[in-house]
């Protein structure tokens, strides 16, 4: 149980354009989403929280206008990645928290790569 | 406040000798703790979470990490080294408000 997906797992684009990455919680109701971002041979930076219905929480430094966070449902989050740039280029973790039990376990998604042209 | 301290970016052992990833913490609140493992190219897989039961927790793949709370530590142990054990560790707290510290990870080397 508690299995968290990403799509898509790997994707390219040109500069410019906008990419959308889906997190799902697919057996549970996730009530807390968490957005990170991971650079070459480095730990785990977290861009933002978010709760279902209401808006993220974005970590010091992180541009919301850039990185847009959805969290529509108790099921799914969307980081919508804007105006994409070759810095942006990364891997983008999401992991889900569940409602019970709460021991704020954090069950990740396999990651995006994301890689702007 | 919270943080999280892996005391070593790196650590190689020979297969079939133990492992020992330490993990030093801070945290204003009762936290809970964890293990996370990371294989190249690949997503976090957990190995072990301490939330306040049992200080000495048995996780995956043979792994297990005591919670010292004396000694603000929750290193991360294995009696044998396997190859598939080389990988990114990562030690990871939580507190208040599900506030999450990841620690700047530890690479283990696994030689033959």
């Known amino acids: 149980g508690a299995v968290v997906s990403q799509h898509p797992s790997r994707v390219i684009c040109k500069s410019g354009t906008s990419v959308k990455i889906e997190c799902r919680s697919l057996?549970?109701?996730?009530?807390?989403m968490f957005w990170y971002r991971q650079f070459p041979k480095k730990s785990l930076m977290l861009m933002a929280t978010?709760?279902?219905?209401?808006?993220?929480?974005?970590e010091q430094g992180v541009e919301k206008d850039k990185f847009l966070i959805n969290h529509a449902s108790l099921t799914l989050s969307t980081l919508t990645v804007t105006s994409a740039h070759p810095e942006d280029s990364s891997f983008y973790i999401c992991?889900?928290?569940?409602?019970?039990?709460?021991?704020?376990?954090?069950?990740f998604g396999p990651g995006t790569r994301l890689t702007v042209l | 406040a919270q943080s999280v301290t892996q005391l070593d970016s790196h650590v190689s052992v020979s297969e079939g000798t133990p492992v020992l990833l330490r993990c030093n913490y801070s945290?204003?609140?009762?936290?809970?703790l964890f293990w996370y493992v990371q294989h190249p190219n690949k997503g976090l897989q957990l190995l072990l979470k301490?939330?306040?039961?049992?200080?000495l927790v048995k996780g995956i793949n043979g792994f297990e990490a005591e919670f010292k709370k004396s000694e603000t530590s929750f290193h991360l142990t294995k009696p044998s080294a396997h190859m598939s054990d080389a990988a990114e560790y990562f030690c990871?707290?939580?507190?208040?408000?599900?506030?999450?510290?990841f620690g700047t990870g530890t690479k283990l080397q696994v030689i033959p």
């Open positions: 992991s889900a928290s569940q409602r019970e039990p709460r021991d704020n376990e954090q069950f």
């Open positions: 945290s204003s609140y009762s936290p809970s």
């Open positions: 978010s709760n279902e219905g209401s808006k993220a929480t974005y």
């Open positions: 301490y939330t306040s039961a049992a200080t």
């Open positions: 057996d549970f109701q996730a009530t807390t």
């Open positions: 990871v707290v939580t507190g208040g408000y599900q506030k999450v510290t």
